[in-house]
Every structure is written in structure tokens, then in C-alpha cells.
T-cell receptor
């Protein structure tokens, strides 16, 4: 069964460093998402992406964040200058179509620790 | 604005007992509602979803949920718990936008005692 994959599974970085989290969505999906979950808190929406551009973003997704689909398979989240509060589990998701009733398929997550 | 509240961050049941995980929602538009499960070290897996068809929704692994508009609830149930059901369960509502971004509850960790 097709699945969303994410690399790395764990990343430790120093405050102020740039990190890139990678995702490979399901191959025939058109809509892509990033969510994050700070330890003990809710899973929060960051950004959605369709047709090579950002569709929606939350207030969390400020100028230090960016997303890119550099080729036909990868979908990346870049954090330009990490802060301690960026420590979280980051989930990538994809769906075949957009809209509220579509199922989003999630990857296993990347646990980011900023020291 | 849409929101979800899950009552009980941790629920413990005995194997074979009824599982009931509570979810209440708030939505300014007719909601699309989801239950996801997360097993240790894995991603979020869809259990079931409500998309305005039948109010009683059946999902995988014997789980089901009933949409009750009058109570703004979408509780998840399973008649008989199995050890393999131990996981964290998340209720979510679509934000009503064209992209269907999800708004999650805080999650409920289910423990199953032998």
C-alpha cells in the first residue's frame, strides 16, 4: 500500500541553524501539507501546498519557514533559523484531492530537537 | 471557527471491555470529522471519517463513531477492546476551507489492560 515517507526520523540541531525536513508524498497525490505537534500539545496545521504554491498557511508559518517541491517526488519544509520553540514532531501529509472530505495520509513524522 | 475537544487525555480499559473515546466539535459550517490513530513510532492513520452521509460511520479494526449534531459530538467506540488497540487517538475537524486543513484535538491515549 502506498505511504507517505519522511526523513530523517530524528534531527537534533543547534539554535539558529537551518534544517530541512523531507517528505515523499504518495505518488498520485496533488495536495500536500505540513503539521507539527509540540510535545504534549495538539497537532497543528502549518501549511498546505498545491500546484507548486502555498494554498493556505497558519500564523505559525512565519518568514522563517518555507516549503518547496524541488522535483516530482519530494516535498520539503525548511526552517531558516531554528528556535528552541521549534522543537516538535513534524508530520507531512498528502491527499489525492483537496476539500474538507478528502482523506489526508500522514507520514511517520520527523522529531526535531533544537538545543 | 472550527475546533475539537477531546475529553480525557488518557483512557484505560480492560481487554474485552467497551472503548469510548469522546470528541466534541465546534464548527460554523457543516463539519467533516475524522478519527486518526497513532501507534508508537508511526504516523497518523485514518480510522474513519464523517462526510455528511450516514451518521453512524464504521471504520477499520472494529471502530465506529456516531455523528450527533444536537450534541455536537463524534464519539469513537469499539464494543470489545483488544491489546493491539493501545495507541493514541486523535479527533479532527476540517477547517471548512477549500484545502481541507485539519484541526486536531489534543489526543487520547488508550491503554488496554490484560
Amino acid at each position: 500500500e502506498p505511504e507517505v515517507t519522511q526523513t530523517p526520523s530524528h534531527q537534533v540541531t543547534q539554535m539558529g541553524q537551518e534544517v530541512i525536513l523531507r517528505c515523499v508524498p504518495i505518488s498520485n497525490h496533488l495536495y500536500f501539507y505540513w503539521y507539527r505537534q509540540i510535545l504534549g500539545q495538539k497537532v497543528e496545521f502549518l501549511v498546505s501546498f498545491y500546484n507548486n504554491e502555498i494554498s493556505e498557511k497558519s500564523e505559525i508559518f512565519d518568514d522563517q519557514f518555507s516549503v518547496e517541491r524541488p522535483d516530482g517526488s519530494n516535498f520539503t519544509l525548511k526552517i531558516r533559523s531554528t528556535k528552541l520553540e521549534d522543537s516538535a514532531m513534524y508530520f507531512c501529509a498528502s491527499s489525492r484531492f483537496g476539500g474538507g472530505q478528502e482523506t489526508q495520509y500522514f507520514g511517520p513524522g520527523t522529531r526535531l530537537l533544537v538545543l | 471557527a472550527q475546533s475539537v475537544t477531546q475529553l480525557g487525555s488518557h483512557v484505560s480499559v480492560s481487554e474485552g471491555a467497551l472503548v469510548l473515546l469522546r470528541c466534541n466539535y465546534s464548527s460554523s459550517v457543516p463539519p467533516y470529522l475524522f478519527w486518526y490513530v497513532q501507534y508508537p513510532n508511526q504516523g497518523l492513520q485514518l480510522l474513519l471519517k464523517y462526510t455528511s452521509a450516514a451518521t453512524l460511520v464504521k471504520g477499520i479494526n472494529g471502530f465506529e463513531a456516531e455523528f450527533k449534531k444536537s450534541e455536537t459530538s463524534f464519539h469513537l467506540t469499539k464494543p470489545s477492546a483488544h491489546m493491539s488497540d493501545a495507541a493514541e487517538y486523535f479527533c479532527a475537524v476540517s477547517n471548512g476551507g477549500s484545502q481541507g486543513n485539519l484541526i486536531f484535538g489534543k489526543g487520547t491515549k488508550l491503554s488496554v489492560k490484560p
